[in-house]
């Protein structure tokens, strides 16, 4: 089966803010991105609420190896949007130097929240866990395995 299994974040308002942090904290690239203002413009039976023309309808950014996606509407329209804390992103690198700049460069910014303080672990040279001023938990781990 030739499949990509992507996380894909909701922010709920907040997308274009995350996305510029995303690249300016992970050294994210945008692949794709597409504002409700351009959606509609491509679509005109597209609708939205006044004030969201730059709302994101739809990105998709590469952090490394892999891809994210980011868009403001819930995946559940069934229940209201919440933030939780059952899902994080992990990063991994065998490379110690880059994790431990990645971490460097998320705790700088002043709306991250340091959750397991970075440091030598049971099964890491360096592991730790922030939430980012959108609510998600990012891992960092420096990993000794060839995945």
């Not at 413009?41 to 609708?47: E, K, L, W």
């Not at 190896?65 to 804390?85: C, H, T």
């Not at 303080?117 to 922030?130: D, K, M, Q, T």
Request: charged share 20%.
């Amino acid at each position: 089966m030739n499949v990509e299994v992507i996380p894909f974040l909701s922010m709920n308002g907040e997308a274009a803010e995350a996305i510029t942090f995303y690249e300016k904290t992970l050294g994210a690239k945008v692949l794709f991105r597409k504002s409700y203002k351009e959606m509609k413009q491509m679509s005109p039976d597209f609708t939205y609420p006044d004030g969201q023309d730059e709302y994101i309808t739809h990105s998709v950014l590469k952090i490394g190896a892999n891809k994210i996606m980011i868009a403001e509407e819930a995946m559940d329209v069934e229940r209201p949007w919440e933030l939780g804390n059952s899902t994080s992103l992990c990063i991994q690198s065998q490379d110690q130097s880059q994790m431990d700049g990645l971490y460097e460069a998320l705790t700088q910014h002043e709306g991250v929240k340091v959750l397991v303080p970075y440091g030598r672990n049971e099964f890491s040279p360096g592991y730790g866990i922030v939430r980012d001023p959108f609510g998600v938990i990012i891992q960092l781990c420096v990993t000794v395995h060839d995945f």
